[in-house]
Antibody, heavy 122, light 107 residues
């Protein structure tokens, strides 16, 4: 069974740091790009960051660029998100999601993990 | 970034109704449009990719259409388990973006 399990969320003060992890199983992790997507309480989905299968191509959403760092360890089947200089508006459930694509090279996110909650508050 | 606008933001319907909602892109995205369903407290689930390709295991009452900038998701004969929030997502550019969602509620 393909599975993604996030961990590392919690309560942190503004300006603080947190590192999220996503453990993958049931598929060849090193063969897929991966993503982080977040969802503030009661609001919609926002893509945060992507990393290619080998880790050499990385992109960030504008709201986190320069503060967050995505990385992966293919030997450990794990994805990470280092979050620094956290702000109240970073409060959200953070999901990891596999980047899959079909025969027409149309990309989509499937599957998703269950999410981990990050709360930034003093 | 490509903006996606979903309408309506919410709707109420009866079990058995046919419902349709839309997603409009701020620029041409061909058929690089995906639809997700999200239930409260759960992760999003992929329903449709490439504007109209139903994912394995998704009931055939769901269908998607459109290309270019205008897309629709239709649910024929709404079932109790379909009450959820639906999001569109574009994958035309790698700065992936989502619509703000359409919440389908029970009337």
């Amino acid at each position: 069974e393909v599975q993604l399990v996030e961990s590392g969320g919690g309560l942190v003060k503004p300006g603080g740091s947190l590192r999220l992890s996503c453990a993958a199983s049931g598929f060849t992790f090193s063969g897929y790009s991966m993503n982080w997507v977040r969802q503030p309480p009661g609001k919609g989905l926002e893509w945060v960051s992507s990393i290619s299968s080998g880790g050499n191509y990385i992109e960030y959403g504008e709201s986190v660029r320069g503060r967050f760092t995505i990385s992966r360890d293919n030997a450990k089947n794990s994805l990470y998100l280092q979050m620094d200089s956290l702000r109240a508006e970073d409060t959200a459930v953070y999901y990891c999601a596999r980047d899959s694509f079909d025969d027409s090279s149309i990309h989509y996110f499937d599957p998703w993990g269950q999410g981990t909650l990050v709360a930034v508050s003093s | 970034d490509i903006q996606l606008t979903q309408s309506p933001s919410s709707l109420s319907a009866f079990v058995g109704d046919r419902v349709t909602f839309t997603c409009r892109a701020s620029q041409y995205i061909s058929t690089y449009l995906n639809w997700y369903q999200q239930k409260p407290g759960k992760a999003p689930k992929l329903l449709i990719s490439g504007a109209s390709s139903l994912q394995s295991g998704v009931p055939s009452r769901f269908s998607g259409s459109g290309s270019g900038t205008d897309f629709t998701l239709t649910i024929n004969s709404l079932q109790p388990e379909d009450f959820a929030t639906y999001y569109c997502q574009q994958s035309f550019t790698t700065s992936w973006t989502f619509g703000q969602g359409t919440k389908v509620e029970i009337k």
